[in-house]
Structure formats: C-alpha cells, structure tokens
C-alpha cells in the first residue's frame, strides 16, 4: 500500500477531514523534497500517543538514519545537549515563525532544540476530552509503548516515574533457560517507580544504614555495596517499597516488551556497560525506559524484592516473601561489568540476599494511591 494512500485512509477514518489530509500531504512531500540530501524517507507514526489527547501536546517524529543532536539553543553555534536515535518521539514546545530550530522536550524530561528539517510533525485527530487528574490518568490502561507518554514527579524530594496499567510478555526464548517461558503479566494497578537507582546523596538524606561503603562516594553515583536487606529496609524508610521483578520488567519494556529499554537493538552509547566502574545515574538519559527510567540497563545491577523461581512469575506462590533472609534475591538489568546479553531487560540475575558487591544497587517503587 502506497503511503499516500495509507494517509488518506487512516486519516479520513479517523475523522480528518480531505482538505486536511491534502495539506498534510503536500507539506511531507515538500518536507522529504528538503531532506533528500539528508536522510531517507521519514517513518511517520500517526497514532497519536498520550500526551497528544490527554494534554494536547503537538508530537514530533526524528525523521533522520543517525542520531540527531538536541542542542541548547537554536542553532549550531550552542553546545550540544545530547543526542537521540531515528524515530524518537518528542513533544514540541516551540515552534518559531522562521521554522529553523525547534524547541523540544523529550521522554526524560530534557529540553532543547532540533533543527526543524529533522522533525516531523505528527498529525493526530481533534484531541477527545479525557480527564487529565492524576488519579484518572493513572488508571489508563496503555496496550503499547507509543502510547504513553513518561510522567516523573518529585515523591518525598525523589523523582518517580508513573508506571499505567496494562500487560506484557515476560521473559524471552532467546536467552538463559530461567528467562522462560514467555509469559503475560499485567497491571491492574498503576504504580510509581524511582527514575534513577537511589543515590549516595539520597541514601545519606534518608538516613539509610549499610555496613560497607559505596565503591563510588559521589553523592551522584549509584549507592552500592549493599545487600538485600539493607535496600529494603531502606525503601521502607522512604514510605517505598524494592520492585518486583515482574513490575522492574515491566517499568523497562512496557506493553511493547522490548529488549533493552530503548529498543530491540543494542546501542552501547545507551548505557554503562562493558566498563571499569560506574558512571553518575541518569549520565545516558538517550537510554530511558518508556515510562523514562534511566539506567535500567547497566551502570549497577539492580535488587528487586522477588526470590529466585522458575517461570511463570508469580507473585502469589512465596516469592514475594519479604521477611525470609537466606534465600536467593533477583537482581536485574545488568551491570557496569556486563556485555549486551546481561543488560538485556529480560535477564535475570540472583545472589543470596546477603551479598554485597560494587556492582550491586537499588532503586525503589510505590503503590500508586492518589
């Protein structure tokens, strides 16, 4: 089926009127006629996502075969903020009458500007009037990545991420045998997960106790060197709880049950891996989850509260025994130390839960209530 007419189809049924459809057209033809030079025919995603009917946020596209600079201001001469792979999503915050450059927010909450001939606009029906209160909005049951939009806020000084309802394949017939069977898991229940793994600097806020010293003393590194239970003991100290490991998996795959949290594809610019040492949470923010969790892959292997089993996961059968202190205790997404396999977002680790090591650290969850 020919894009145009794969257009004019999607956008009449979805109400769009022809007049509509016509200039939309003609301006992508004008637009792919500027980028030829450049990059190749865009991947244009016209359903529209969350932020686009619940906010009525304008979305754009990365319509480029490279990784594209997002820069602090409008125009070459600014530094560059970072960068993002082909097809990303982001939200338009300003669009200015030159149309040169662009300011954009995107999944991690990153602003900046992209020049204009590398955006595509994406074009959506006339927004549905849907509640936008936090209670409502989290109740919203997301069937694909796309979808969602991330919603951090700061939760007692930390930031989470919101996590909707909804489900997922969990697990993979392309790894370790423990990874199997693919199984579906889902979410009645929205909830909120820490954006980053907790820090020195939010362990010494929280008055948390560990025996050993962080490998890493920055107050920006990941805490590590901490065992099981003095991570737990800890997100209870914050009112929070550690992940499941069914919820840790969820929060880096989403409905769409990708292999690393930024795709299918390993990208090593993506995350802290194959390395010495760690790095400063949040230091590859191109690598975010889709609900935007950073580092779920790589930097420091991360404590979930589940005990090792085999599949199906569930969460009813004693796994999620949290007063049992001599068992084995899941660790996921890889560390520092690992290669592509180990910070797959379907790996599983495990350590006796009295294990401490600089690879090892945490972040921490929270039922959503309202």
């Given at each position: 089926m020919?894009?145009?007419?794969?257009?004019?189809?999607?956008?009449?049924?979805?109400?769009?009127s022809?007049v509509?459809?016509v200039t939309?057209l003609?301006?992508?033809?004008?637009?792919?006629?500027?980028?030829?030079?450049?990059v190749?025919s865009?991947?244009?995603?016209?359903?529209?996502?969350?932020a686009?009917?619940?906010?009525n946020?304008t979305?754009?596209?990365?319509?480029?075969d490279v990784?594209?600079n997002?820069?602090?201001?409008?125009?070459?001469?600014y530094?560059?903020?970072?960068t993002i792979?082909?097809s990303?999503?982001?939200?338009v915050?300003e669009s200015?009458?030159?149309?040169?450059?662009?300011?954009?927010q995107?999944?991690?909450?990153?602003?900046?500007?992209v020049?204009?001939?590398l955006?595509?606009?994406?074009?959506?029906?006339t927004?549905?009037?849907?509640p936008?209160n936090a209670d409502e909005?989290?109740?919203?049951?997301?069937?694909?990545?796309?979808?969602?939009?991330?919603?951090?806020?700061?939760?007692n000084g930390v930031p989470?991420?919101?996590?909707?309802?909804?489900?997922f394949?969990?697990?993979?017939?392309?790894?370790?045998?423990d990874?199997?069977?693919?199984h579906?898991?889902?979410?009645?229940?929205?909830f909120?997960?820490?954006?980053?793994e907790?820090?020195?600097g939010?362990?010494?806020?929280?008055g948390?106790t560990?025996n050993?010293?962080?490998n890493q003393?920055d107050?920006?590194?990941?805490r590590?060197?901490i065992?099981w239970m003095?991570?737990r003991?800890f997100c209870?100290?914050?009112?929070?709880?550690?992940?499941?490991e069914?919820?840790?998996?969820?929060?880096?795959?989403?409905p769409?049950?990708?292999t690393?949290?930024?795709?299918?594809d390993?990208v090593?610019d993506?995350?802290?891996?194959s390395?010495?040492?760690?790095?400063?949470?949040g230091?590859?923010?191109i690598g975010a989850s889709?609900?935007?969790a950073?580092?779920?892959?790589g930097?420091?292997a991360?404590w979930?509260?589940s005990?090792?089993?085999?599949?199906?996961?569930?969460?009813d059968?004693?796994?999620?025994d949290?007063?049992?202190?001599?068992?084995l205790r899941?660790?996921?997404?890889g560390?520092?130390?690992?290669?592509?396999?180990?910070?797959?977002?379907?790996?599983?680790?495990?350590?006796?839960?009295?294990?401490?090591?600089?690879?090892?650290?945490f972040?921490c969850?929270?039922d959503?209530?309202?």
């Open positions: 020919s894009p145009v007419f794969y257009l004019l189809r999607r956008g009449i049924g979805s109400g769009i022809l509509v459809m939309v003609f301006g992508l033809l004008t637009l792919g006629m500027t980028m030829a030079a450049e190749s865009p991947k244009l995603l016209l359903t529209p996502t969350l686009s009917i619940v906010s946020a979305i754009g596209i990365i319509q480029a990784h594209v997002v820069r602090s201001g409008p125009g070459t001469a530094a560059v903020v970072t792979p082909p990303t999503q982001l939200i915050l200015p009458p030159d149309g040169a450059w662009i300011k954009v995107l999944a991690d909450g990153t602003t900046g500007y020049s204009s001939i955006v595509a606009i994406v074009i959506t029906p927004p549905i009037p849907l936008i909005l989290a109740q919203l049951t997301v069937q694909q990545n796309a979808d969602w939009v991330p919603l951090i806020r700061q939760i989470m991420a919101l996590v909707p309802t909804g489900c394949l969990m697990g993979s017939d392309d790894g370790a045998a990874e199997a069977p693919i579906w898991q889902c979410f009645q229940t929205a909120w997960i820490d954006q980053t907790v820090t020195n939010q362990f010494a806020v929280f948390g560990a050993r010293e962080s003393i107050e920006n590194y990941p590590e060197r065992n003095e991570a003991d209870i100290q914050r009112e929070a709880r550690l992940p499941t069914a919820e840790w998996e969820y929060a880096a795959r989403g769409d049950a990708l690393y949290p930024w795709g299918h390993f090593a993506n995350v802290i891996s390395s010495d040492q760690t790095a400063e949470t230091s590859k923010p889709w609900v935007g950073l580092d779920m892959s930097n420091v991360e979930t509260s005990f090792y089993d085999l599949y199906p996961y569930q969460a059968d004693g796994r999620e949290l007063e049992d202190e001599s068992t899941i660790l996921r997404g560390s520092f130390l690992n290669d592509d396999t180990l910070v797959r977002a379907s790996a599983r680790s495990w350590v006796h839960a009295s294990n401490v090591s600089m690879t090892n650290g972040r969850a929270m959503y209530t309202g």
